[in-house]
């Protein structure tokens, strides 16, 4: 156990008071050493600017600096869920067309479309394909949609009515 000059003296270091100060502090505490260490800060008697860098004893409430990951991990969070959200604004406004004999059976969402497949994919692909050969046609109708894909799907309908009836595809170009 310390005896009090060697409490002062390490109060002192840990302060970066003076010998006065520090034996005051630690009368009026009764000799504990953080009590005292405490009272000398609530007096604002402790010289923080002297203070060495690493450990540090201190009452007052700071906020602690956040983490630069947690920063990083939110921006890349908040990147994500918007480039999502522009995804589905974007798959909501192109449409999947069905018709059967030139006469539209029924319009779809393209992002309804994606859900299916995601949920449903052993289902839905079949039954487009099977659709195929019942004289379904599927046409995708939105902006920046390619007419190439339009022409793609046609040329498979063409191909399973070819199949079907067994005659060759008319040639598209």
């Given at each position: 156990?310390m005896d009090?000059f060697?409490m002062?003296?390490?109060?002192?270091?840990k302060?970066h008071?003076s010998y006065?100060?520090a034996?005051?502090?630690?009368?009026?505490?009764?000799?504990?050493?953080l009590?005292?260490?405490?009272?000398?800060e609530?007096?604002?008697?402790?010289?923080?600017?002297?203070?060495?860098?690493g450990?540090?004893?201190?009452?007052?409430?700071?906020d602690a600096?956040?983490?630069?990951?947690?920063v990083?991990?939110?921006?890349s969070?908040s990147r994500f869920?918007?480039?999502?959200?522009e995804?589905?604004?974007?798959?909501?406004?192109?449409?999947?067309?069905?018709s059967?004999?030139?006469?539209?059976?029924?319009?779809?969402?393209?992002?309804?479309?994606?859900?299916?497949l995601?949920f449903?994919?052993?289902w839905v692909?079949?039954?487009?394909?099977?659709?195929l050969?019942f004289g379904?046609?599927?046409?995708?109708?939105?902006?920046?949609?390619?007419?190439t894909?339009?022409r793609?799907?046609?040329?498979?309908?063409?191909?399973?009515?070819?199949?079907?009836?067994?005659?060759?595809?008319p040639e598209?170009n």
């Open positions: 156990m009090h060697e002062v003296e390490k109060l002192r270091q302060a008071v006065e100060e034996k005051a502090a630690l009368e009026s505490t009764e000799w504990d050493l009590d005292a260490l405490v009272h000398l609530s007096q604002g008697k402790i010289n923080h600017a002297q203070q060495p860098q450990d540090s004893y201190t009452t007052r409430k700071e600096p956040k983490p630069a990951e947690d990083d991990v939110k921006g969070l869920f918007g480039f999502v959200a995804a589905i604004n974007k798959a909501n406004k192109i449409t999947i067309q069905v059967r004999h030139g006469k539209e059976s029924f319009t779809l969402p393209l992002s309804v479309l994606i859900l299916l995601l449903m994919f052993w692909l079949p039954l487009a394909v099977v659709g050969f379904f046609r599927y046409r995708i109708v939105g902006a920046g949609v390619a007419e894909v339009n793609a799907m046609d040329k498979a309908a063409d191909a399973a009515q070819s199949i079907k009836t067994g005659t060759n595809p598209n």
